[in-house]
């Protein structure tokens, strides 16, 4: 078999091995580099929760708990003060009382603080656990999910055990990050931009580029005449 005719198989079999992801990684690409990603982020929905200050909250000699302190958050939780402390329990900054989580009441009003007046809530659900592909995958869990109602399938998700306000998902991010895991090629958990499928197919796609470069060289009726034209000179 000629030089020619094994680079162009070579190339024919290597293009049919890495052509669909090659148009997933161009489809995805147009995608990111077209949308903008504040949008993507959900900010179009978000608004800059309203400060609140406090005062005559109770010290951390009050608290009713036994473990040592090793870190305090404040939370304002519906006009509430708590602290949130250890990263675990959540004590009333008035009166030294534990709170267990907050209440799907309390998670729509937290919400509604960091969202656009015009959402209007369709139901809430509560999430113990998320799967590697869920739209909330690692953070915080359990998680209130207040959806709302419209096209762009609005959710917002609020953390049970602190009330701490997590995210925003919409159709926008949803096709994103499905986009994303066909880039990254990790269709495990979306979001190893490391996996060993990447390493192939790229190394793949170096060999389909080449291989292509070596054809066209190889069968170009141009390079053939600069060929002859330098041997004869020789």
């Keep these: 078999m000629s030089t020619a005719k094994t680079i162009r198989k070579t190339h024919r079999y290597l293009g049919l091995f890495t052509g669909i992801q090659f148009l997933l990684w161009t489809i995805s690409g147009l995608y990111f580099s077209w949308t903008d990603i504040d949008d993507i982020h959900g900010d179009l929905y978000k608004i800059t929760k309203k400060e609140r200050s406090f005062e005559h909250l109770i010290g951390f000699s009050e608290f009713q708990i036994k473990d040592k302190i090793t870190s305090v958050e404040l939370r ?16 009333n900054a008035y009166t030294g009382i534990l709170k267990n989580g907050i209440t799907a009441t309390e998670a729509v009003s937290i919400a509604k603080e960091h969202t656009i007046k015009s959402l209007k809530v369709k139901d809430v659900v509560l999430l113990e656990t998320v799967g590697k592909h869920h739209e909330y ?15 762009d399938a609005i959710k917002a998700y609020v953390s049970k055990e602190d009330g701490k306000f997590q995210t925003i998902r919409h ?27 990447l390493r192939i197919f790229s190394l793949v796609g170096c060999c389909t580029v080449i291989s292509g470069f070596a054809l066209y060289f190889n069968s170009s009726k141009t390079i053939r005449r600069l060929k002859r034209r330098i041997y004869k000179k020789q």
């Design 76 to 91: 304002d939780i519906t006009g509430t003060p708590y602290y949130w402390i250890n990263n675990k329990q959540l004590v």
């Design 137 to 151: 995958r690692e953070k915080k869990v359990p998680v209130y999910v207040i959806s709302y109602k419209g096209n």
């Design 171 to 197: 159709s926008k991010w949803r096709i994103f990050d499905f986009l994303w895991m066909t880039h990254t090629m990790d269709y495990e958990g979306r979001d190893n931009i490391n996996t060993l499928t």
